[in-house]
């Protein structure tokens, strides 16, 4: 008997539900149709670390994306991905600073110009001498002025990231170490 007036006060929800719904609807057509929304859509690619692409649309309040494949195949379109270039920060930036050297800013124009890659990833990097927190903007900088002159040559840029002192590639323990780990890698989609 209990499960039988469990079974009723189900379906009676149920039916207020859906009659609540048939007696709400057409005030939410009436205020969907007095809705207007305006924007602009930006198609794209965007490239996951590994290479492989996405096909992206974005309004600015929703976004979609849906993985590129080929048509003759079904398979992901995924490009080739290998670090292209890690120049020593010391070369392109003065010291605690992302404003580029005119000597590094010619060699890496030269260096996109030439590269050929379809796209390109920008990783900044540095040594442990500050805070975590000032390495993490200190890097986020400098790849970003990469970044940003790597597009004003008409490179395209996937992504930009600053790591601080979080990926070094040499111990901290001294002077020759610290420089090897201050560095922006460039990471070459092809």
């Known amino acids: 008997m209990a499960a039988l007036s469990r079974m009723f006060a189900r379906a009676l929800g149920g039916a207020a539900l859906v009659a609540s719904a048939v007696l709400l609807a057409p005030q939410a057509a009436e205020a969907q149709s007095s809705t207007t929304i ?5 198609p794209g690619i965007w490239i996951d670390p590994d290479g492989c692409m996405h096909w992206v649309a ?3 309040v929703e976004g979609y994306m849906e993985g590129r494949v080929n048509p003759h195949n079904g398979m992901p379109v995924c490009l080739e991905v290998n ?3 890690v120049a020593n920060t010391d070369v392109l930036f003065a010291t605690d600073s992302a404003r580029m050297t005119a000597n590094g800013r010619a060699q890496l124009e030269q260096f996109f110009r030439s590269a050929g890659a379809y796209a390109y990833a920008i990783y900044g990097h540095t040594d ?3 805070s975590d927190e000032y390495n993490m903007s ?4 400098r790849a970003a002025s990469v970044a940003n002159l790597a597009r004003s040559v008409g490179a395209r840029v996937a992504r930009e ?3 601080g002192e979080r990926r070094p590639v040499a111990p901290n ?18």
């Open 38 to 42: 305006t924007g602009r859509v930006e």
């Open 58 to 60: 974005d309004g600015g």
């Open 83 to 85: 670090t292209c270039a």
């Open 128 to 130: 442990s001498r500050a």
């Open 138 to 141: 200190l890097s986020q900088r």
């Open 161 to 163: 990231i600053g790591y």
């Open 173 to 190: 323990d001294s002077a020759a170490n610290m420089q090897r780990n201050r560095r922006v890698e460039i990471v070459c989609y092809r």
